[in-house]
């Protein structure tokens, strides 16, 4: 039986402030600051931020739509550990 990635996607929160709180196969928390992504063409629909609210965690990754997603193991190599309170 193949064990999970760490890197799959279970949960996202994404918040106001343009960022998103994920959530790893493992466990672990994390943030994820998605305002450098902004400025790209494929990702200028999430400049609406009422668009960027409805992230929601897909097939182990984060999505809008079909069209806007962004890969797992990127987002777990470019956040940020969250301290569990």
Do not use: H
Not at 2 to 26: C, E, G, H, R
Not at 56 to 72: F, L, M, Q, R, T
């Amino acid at each position: 039986m193949m064990k999970t990635p760490v890197w799959v996607i279970t949960n996202v929160q994404p918040q106001k402030d343009y960022t998103l709180i994920l959530t790893f196969a493992s466990g672990e928390k994390k943030l994820f600051d998605a305002r450098p992504l902004l400025a790209k063409a494929i990702y200028k629909p999430l400049n609406n931020l009422s668009f960027f609210l409805t992230a929601k965690a897909d097939c182990g990754s984060v999505a809008w739509s079909d069209e806007i997603d962004i890969a797992p193991e990127y987002l777990y190599e470019c956040s940020l550990p969250l301290q569990v309170i």
